[in-house]
């Protein structure tokens, strides 16, 4: 993301996780743990809605880890359908030395962290200071039910997980989603509107 981006190693349960870190200007109000797209079809921690939520974040003031999934970059492991993704989330989120965590995800990443939200409330653990979930994957993986304060951007013209989807997933929780005009699900040309709405969503 820039030239102060770290490389740190985490421990989990398939071997080593590769993070990337970014540290805000002055001491940290938390951290951010942000989840990436889906690692058969390309994601890692370099794409680009990761990279923008984790400059919202940092210009915030979060310390931002982006985490690669097991079997990319050189997180060891290999995909595990979902399972193993939320464990080596989990494996980060407990690294993490701070008071406040803020768990983010895009696509795939955003379903697997609405997952490790519902895993740490079932296990009585620490709970995360909130949930940003960006073109949320309602229709590829089963998405539980979130908090009610959690921030849900979708792009109008997301072909890849429909606004209908996310609506049918929504409504029975009567969870309010921000809605970008004209963005596809990778929000192309729309990344600036991403940064806006967690920035103006945050105090």
Known sequence: ???????????????KIECAVDEPDGSPRGAVLIAHPHPLYGGT???KVVQTLARAFVELGYESWRPNFRGIGESEGKYDEGRGEVDDLAAVFHALKSSGIVLTGFSFGAAMQARLAEKLKKESQLKPERLVLVGVAVVHFETPAVPADTLVIHGERDETVPLAAVLDWARPQELPIVLVPGADHFFNHKLHSLRSIVGGSWR
């Open 1 to 15: 993301m820039r030239a102060s981006t770290q490389r740190r190693f985490v421990e989990g349960p398939a071997g």
């Open 45 to 47: 921690l370099d794409n």
